[in-house]
């Protein structure tokens, strides 16, 4: 168990268990290079196993979608799925953790698109419902977020839909500051930044974005 990428709920988290899983398989090939073979097929094992178990406990069925994971409720003290929409879903989506129809998939990204675009003049994507991190506002989702935003444009970049990927791209260089520095967040009625700024992370999925970008064909951007 650890807690999930927002330091907020213990649990088993699919992100978590994503990171874990593309680690393994990037040991595997480090292995492979170097020769140690034995080692190379035990790490991608492993992987399969985890890959395995993160399809079968993550995935619900009955609503079509991905969970963001288990949690431990701690007024019950027993394990219950989140049922809410996440934007480190996405993540796991990236890492491909997951083995199942692209109806699930898109449901799933819909459903985080649905959820917590914010519905203000400003936009940007909330990272998870009823986020109390420096809320701005108790009748939204949370303020949005420059890396989960990044997130959302990459999955659509990966998906060939250009006009989402510059939907979003647009989002982020418009409540980027004047000299070009991105902050955690944004501010859901006034667009200026909130929080740390410049935030390395917010500016490292910004290059990540950019980088997949790059492999689309520049003709449609």
């Known amino acids: 168990m650890s807690y999930d990428i927002w330091e907020v709920r213990q649990g088993v988290f699919c992100y978590s268990t994503a990171a874990v899983y593309a680690g393994l398989l990037a040991a595997s090939a480090v292995a492979m290079e170097i020769g140690e073979l034995d080692h190379s097929v035990r790490f991608r094992q492993v992987a399969r196993k985890i890959r395995a178990k993160a399809n079968e406990l993550f995935i619900d069925k009955e609503r079509k979608l991905i969970s963001a ?88 970049a990966s998906r060939g839909n250009i006009a989402k990927v510059q939907r979003y791209t647009k989002w982020i260089m418009d409540h980027a500051d004047i000299t070009g520095l991105i902050a955690e967040q944004a501010h859901p009625y006034n667009g200026y930044g909130i929080s740390v700024k410049p935030l390395t992370w917010s500016h490292t999925e910004v290059i990540n974005l950019v980088n997949t970008i790059m492999k689309l064909d520049v003709k449609h951007l």
Request: charged letters at 25%.
């Open 69 to 156: 994971g288990i949690f431990i409720n701690h007024q019950t003290g027993k394990l219950e799925s989140e049922k809410g929409a996440d934007a480190s879903v996405l993540l796991a989506l990236k890492l491909n953790l997951f083995e199942v129809d692209e109806e699930i998939i898109l449901n799933t990204v819909r459903f985080i698109e649905e959820k917590l675009w914010l519905q203000t003049d400003i936009g940007g994507l909330a990272r998870k419902e009823s986020d109390w991190y420096l809320r701005v506002d108790n009748e939204l989702p949370g303020n949005p977020w420059f890396i989960t935003t990044a997130w959302l444009a990459e999955f659509w």
